[in-house]
């Protein structure tokens, strides 16, 4: 008997090109403008066989919300990099920047956003999705950090959720001005020294450096 191994990865690269095809052609011509034929002609499949993946063009929507976007955060904020922070807000901040910028950057999250702004008033049940997948996922675990920092001592600030908000809301607005609203996203260094002033000023605030005593 073969090994199991070959053909789970080959499921892995069937329903991430299935992924991929869909956030290219939902992104271009939106979710009703993309048939499931058209979707299985353009990843290589029969549709009979994107269907062996996919229960329907919704499952594969909701799929990629689970990929992009916040959820892409959220998975990183649970993971060893960011627990080994949980003392160090300012090491937090700025590797949170980095990942978002990453992020960003990318074209494949770029289109993501296209297709999520597009189908906003439709989908009423994938909107929902993606309501709590952004404020109960990606801006809870970043609260529940914040909390820690303000146990501890580390940040000052009279409601941690709010401070983490604002956080949240001021690199959002960084995205905006250079990564969704421009016609074409801006050159990486502006986006860089945007981010960083935001970061500087923001951990100035709420993490200002203690002076230190002098030793007798």
Not at 46 to 66: P, Q, T, V
Request: glycine residues 6%.
């Amino acid at each position: 008997m073969p090994p199991a191994a070959p053909a789970a990865s080959e499921e892995v690269s069937t329903r991430q090109r299935i992924l991929d095809g869909a956030l290219d052609l939902f992104s271009k011509h939106g979710f009703a403008g993309t048939s499931v034929r058209q979707l299985a002609r353009a990843v290589g499949l029969r549709e009979s066989s994107l269907y062996n993946h996919f229960a329907g063009k919704e499952a594969i929507y909701h799929a990629l919300i689970d990929t992009w976007g916040p959820a892409s955060s959220a998975e990183q904020l649970r993971g060893p990099r960011f627990q080994a922070l949980s003392e160090d807000p300012a090491a937090f901040c700025r590797l949170y920047g980095d990942v978002l910028l990453e992020l960003w950057s990318d074209p494949r999250e770029q289109r993501f956003q296209e297709l999520v702004t597009s189908e906003r008033n439709r989908m009423g049940s994938e909107r929902s999705h993606y309501f709590d997948t952004l404020f109960m996922e990606e801006a809870g675990l970043v609260s529940k950090y914040f909390r820690q920092f303000a146990l501890a001592g580390l940040i000052e600030t009279p409601d941690a959720r709010e401070t983490a908000r604002l956080f949240m809301g001021g690199l959002t607005f960084v995205r905006m001005e250079h990564f969704l609203m421009p016609a074409e996203p801006s050159p990486p260094r502006l986006a860089r020294e945007a981010l960083d002033r935001f970061l500087d000023n923001f951990l100035g605030l709420v993490a200002p450096r203690r002076p230190q005593r002098a030793r007798r």
